[in-house]
């Protein structure tokens, strides 16, 4: 099996541009909104162990993995900004993760046990409950520890996490003493080989292998009442999985840890069902902006091509999930169907999922928004459709969401390149300066670009004699144009990438991405979407909103050849975009339904304004809409 290693976050500098603005709401508002959220609602306090029955903010089953994802966030935003102006305000948020270690240490268990609701509220249920998250818990708690330690070089963290996973390695794998196998909510086994990575104890991969063999080959019905077999990817050993099911995070986490294992093992059996499965969500149950799980029901996968926009589920953690899954994919497969995916999801789902001045989140992120349907009167007491909430929240009860962005967004360099003794990859396009070894080879790469907003990107690279750089064309470019050195590449991609000798010392590579918008249409099958259109520019997916545009905005359609007017707006960090469109003449409809007069249907023209569709429903409510028709 052919492999490639990844460029850690903690060695590419974001510089400038989209994703330097994007990284600087996240870790100067965004990481302290979560904090103090976490704060108000008790999560924060809850680590001192101290709540009792008839006190307020009874701790709930999750808080332990809302505050890890904290706390790995911190990690990553202090390893970006060591030694930068913002090292002073940042040493302050690692004194609150070392005030929250020390709680650990105070209160974790003799056994190596940790876990705030099975010690103050249920300790009679430990390990006795396989939906109620230990193991989740556990594998939050480990990644964080794992951030932590390679941010700050301190081991403490770490230290109590190896010695809760020898705990849980002893009761699950030793003595099988827990009343279940295999984890309710997956996230243990991905944490597992990080866990391996960092410490070198090969225990810890073997316990990740152990709980990936052994999913699905348990009676799933002594598990849970209120779901199928495919909730929790039960239905089969992992081996014999080859479409996406169930709970879209639990899979999807799932399936980045069946790719680690793939990975650390050899494994082509299990990669070639993470390939299978990375194609089924990929070609059947993804939305365009990269969201996946459109059921509220579950919070799952559903069947092929079931993608309803308005009542879109598309939880910010899945999304997240997917680009986690697409990452690990990357680098076993040089294929920019993965990067592109990434690429989706970076600019659309994960940036829907936060406000744009990064204090308030999505935990569903849909696609189209009628507000009257959520305020109608039904007949019945209880609302029996549900809809998504289309305004931001600052916290949650369940709080996955937010933290899980702050930790995505302050890690976003590793998904820039991955390599291998010949090749250096180029997946995502960020203006940032990066500086890794190739065999003992000091290799430098600056990123000059100010994409998305216009598609032309600078190289300059430092040690690759002798090897290639590889860089993908993005799925939604029709034009582009490559230069080494000033002089034309015209070689094809491979599977994505245009692969470009480097022949000297330093090399300046410039690409030009042909930028224009562009129309896409959905396969037949999204019947929800026949008939209609998205706008899309570079990665970025456009929407209406009826603030702009006028109410009714599912009755805009937009002129196939209309002029697009590109202009950047700095409220919303990127362009937007102007064309020409019409809706019907309302006046000439008294009727509730009428015969329609073909000769006199003359529609208005109407100028249309398209924002990304990721600051949707930043200046209140409104209608929104990213399929639309077209004339
Ligand atoms: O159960 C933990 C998290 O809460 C899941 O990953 C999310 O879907 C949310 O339900
Ligand atoms: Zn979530």
């Known amino acids: 099996m052919h492999k490639y290693i990844s460029v850690s976050y903690s060695k590419v500098n974001i510089t400038e541009g989209f994703w330097q603005r994007r990284q600087q709401i996240n870790n100067q508002k965004t990481v302290y909104a979560v904090y103090n959220r976490f704060l108000e609602t008790g999560r924060i306090d809850a680590f001192k162990f101290a709540w ?41 948020l690692v004194r609150k993760v070392d005030e929250l270690v020390d709680l650990i240490e105070k209160n974790q268990d003799e056994s190596g046990y940790f876990n705030i609701y099975f010690t103050v509220v249920e300790p009679e249920n430990r390990w006795k409950i396989r939906t109620a998250h230990e193991l989740y818990c556990a594998g939050h708690l480990i990644e964080a520890a794992v951030a932590y330690y390679e941010a700050t070089g301190k081991r403490k963290f770490l230290d109590l996490m190896c010695k809760y996973a020898d705990h849980i390695e002893k009761v699950f794998k030793k003595e099988r003493s827990a009343n279940f ?42 598990y849970y009442e209120f779901a199928n077999a495919k909730y929790a990817q039960d239905h089969l050993p992992v081996r014999e999985q080859h479409t996406a099911e169930g709970h879209a995070v639990r899979a999807t986490y799932l399936y980045s840890a069946m790719a680690d294992i793939a990975y650390e093992y050899n494994d082509e059996q299990l990669f070639d069902c993470c390939r299978k499965i990375f194609r089924d969500i990929m070609n059947k149950k993804m939305y365009i902006t990269g969201g996946i799980g459109s059921s509220h029901n579950g919070e799952s996968f559903t069947i092929p091509y079931d993608l309803p926009n308005i009542t879109a589920y598309s939880e910010s953690c899945a999304g997240i999930g997917l680009a986690l899954f697409a990452w690990r994919m990357l680098n076993i497969d040089a294929d920019s169907c993965y990067s592109d995916v990434i690429e989706r999801i970076m600019y659309n789902v994960l940036l829907s999922s936060v406000s744009l001045d990064g204090e308030s989140f999505f935990y ?53 390149y991955t390599y291998d003794d010949k090749t250096v990859f180029v997946h995502q396009y960020i203006a940032s300066e990066t500086k890794f070894t190739i065999k003992g080879k000091n290799v430098q790469i600056i990123q000059q670009t100010d994409y998305p907003n216009d598609g032309k990107i600078t190289l300059s690279i430092t040690g690759m004699e002798g090897r290639k750089l590889a860089v993908r064309i993005p799925y939604w470019c029709k034009n582009y144009k490559i230069e080494r050195d000033n002089v034309e590449i015209t070689e094809k991609p491979i599977k994505g990438y245009v692969y470009i000798d480097c ?42 909103e009826a603030i702009d545009n006028g109410k009714n905005i599912r009755d805009i359609s937009i002129d196939k050849n209309t002029n697009f007017t590109i202009k950047y707006d700095d409220y919303f960090g990127t362009c937007i975009i102007e064309a020409e469109g019409y809706r019907r003449d309302e006046s000439k409809y008294e009727m509730l339904y009428q015969p329609i007069d073909f000769a ?24 929104m809409i990213i399929w639309i028709l077209v004339e």
């Open 52 to 92: 009792k029955p008839g006190d307020p903010n009874k701790p709930h089953f999750f808080w332990d993995s809302d505050v890890a994802k904290w706390m790995e966030g911190v990690a990553y935003i202090y390893n970006s900004t060591k030694g930068k102006e913002l090292m002073k305000k940042d040493e302050e």
């Open 181 to 222: 196998i295999t984890p309710g909510h997956e996230e243990i086994e991905l944490a597992l080989v990080r866990l391996y990575r960092a410490t070198g104890e090969r225990r810890y991969l073997e316990l990740a292998k152990f709980f990936i063999d052994e999913r699905g080959k348990d009676d799933p019905s002594k």
């Open 364 to 416: 569903e992120n849909p696609l189209e928004v009628i507000p009257s349907l959520l305020t109608r009167d039904t007949s019945l007491k209880k609302q029996m459709s549900r809809f998504p909430a289309i305004q931001r929240s600052h916290v949650f009860s369940c709080s996955c969401c937010p933290p899980n962005i702050l930790r995505f967004i302050s890690s976003i360099g590793n998904l820039i």
């Open 503 to 544: 022949n000297n010392e330093f090399t300046t590579v410039s690409i030009t991405f042909d930028m224009h918008p562009r129309l896409f249409e959905a396969s037949p099958n999204v019947q929800v979407n026949s008939g209609r259109v998205a706008l899309q520019r570079g990665p970025i997916v456009y929407c209406l």
């Open 600 to 623: 006199n249907n003359k529609k208005l023209k109407q100028k249309l304004k398209f924002i990304p569709y990721y600051a949707f429903a930043n200046r209140g409510i409104s209608e």
